[in-house]
């Protein structure tokens, strides 16, 4: 009895020890991602996938928004600078995540800009008062015009916003 009990022990420790390697190597971009609330792609497969820019304090303050949006938990979010969208998504490159958001569906379709929020006020219940809006004919060209403007500022309006900005804003703001 004796023995089974510290056999059982020693499992549980080397369990415990085993689970707190893996978490002192998170990654910067899984850290933020953890500490948004966000679930991860991995985690929930049978979602849709949200890729943003997870080092634009902007842009983690309008997912944030979006996962409010979501009762259904029907999105997964991954920063366009983790490692498994370039494996996962290789068509999609560098410049066109840094220009918009993007959404691709549990059928693999990819929606990017206006194209994804429109997509969104169909997919989240609590967006639909969006989707009369958003699908006005021939109104996509507008919204993404509008989608655009936004996103070429997002590091100015975050400083604006009061947001400290930090390295990864600077970058993009001296350009």
């Given at each position: 009895m004796r023995l089974h009990l510290i056999g059982r022990f020693l499992t549980?420790?080397?369990?415990?020890?085993a689970s707190a390697k893996t978490n002192v190597s998170i990654t910067g971009d899984e850290a933020n991602r953890r500490q948004l609330g966000l679930a991860d792609p991995d985690d929930q497969p049978?979602?849709?996938?949200?890729?943003?820019?997870?080092?634009?304090?902007?842009?983690?303050?309008?997912?944030?928004?979006?996962?409010?949006?979501?009762?259904g938990n029907r999105l997964s979010y991954i920063s366009l600078h983790d490692s498994r969208v370039a494996e996962?998504?290789?068509e999609l490159t560098r410049d066109q995540l840094m220009d918009q958001m993007y959404v691709i569906s549990t059928d693999g379709n990819?929606?990017?800009?206006?194209?994804a929020v429109r997509y969104l006020s169909?997919?989240?219940?609590?967006?639909?008062?969006?989707?009369?809006?958003?699908?006005?004919?021939?109104?996509l060209p507008?919204?993404?015009?509008?989608?655009?403007?936004?996103?070429?500022?997002?590091?100015?309006?975050?400083?604006k916003m009061g947001d400290a900005c930090d390295d990864a804003c600077n970058i993009h703001l001296n350009k």
């Open positions: 549980r420790t080397r369990y415990m020890n049978n979602t849709d996938v949200v890729i943003f820019d997870g080092q634009c304090r902007f842009c983690k303050k309008q997912v944030q928004r979006l996962k409010a949006f979501d009762s996962r998504y290789p990819r929606h990017g800009g206006a194209a169909r997919r989240l219940p609590k967006l639909w008062w969006l989707a009369p809006i958003m699908h006005i004919p021939f109104s507008l919204w993404q015009w509008l989608y655009n403007r936004v996103a070429i500022r997002r590091y100015k309006l975050s400083e």
